[in-house]
């Protein structure tokens, strides 16, 4: 039995999906950053502008993804795995876009690192799913929500097997 009102399971439920999103930004951020270091020291400054790029592209389309679908969870629980999905197929419409793009302004050789920009994606994605899923899993964010005890109908001796 839990002596919490459902207004504090709410705003638990809120905080803790945003500090699961706000981790995983860092998470993505710190991965990326050491990516970008890495990238100077050995290939140059190419490198260090891919691996940032890569990141911050990771992070944006990522937070922006998990943003609204945890708002919608909120809201409209029930749309939350359609929304999902659909979010997840915008996110690589979206960093499909966003690379062909680069490559097209010629920025992706020149400026930027091919391989480096491509790793700091594929290691920023990572970082991100591993951060949200280890965070996830510490923040205790209820299945579902009980229903209050005073809105509840109270059992009645016929829903008991009435007299034995």
Do not use: K, N
Not at 9 to 34: D, E, M, P
């Amino acid at each position: 039995m839990t002596t919490e009102t459902p207004r504090e399971t709410a705003r638990t439920r809120r905080a803790g999906g945003s500090a699961v999103l706000v981790g995983a930004g860092l998470g993505t951020v710190v991965a990326g950053l050491l990516a970008a270091v890495v990238g100077a020291l050995a290939d140059g400054r190419p490198a260090a502008y891919g691996a940032l790029v890569g990141t911050a592209l990771v992070v944006v389309v990522f937070a922006f993804g998990s943003a609204t679908v945890h708002a919608v969870a909120g809201l409209l629980p029930a749309a939350s795995l359609i929304v999902a999905l659909l979010t997840y197929a915008l996110q690589l419409l979206v960093v499909l876009v966003v690379l062909s793009a680069l490559d097209g302004s010629g920025a992706v050789g020149d400026t930027l690192s091919r391989g480096w920009l491509a790793g700091a994606v594929i290691v920023g994605t990572l970082a991100w799913t591993t951060v949200q899923v280890v965070l996830a899993g510490r923040v205790r964010i209820p299945v579902y929500d009980l229903p209050d005890a005073a809105a509840s109908p109270q059992p009645t001796t016929a829903q008991h097997g009435g007299d034995r």
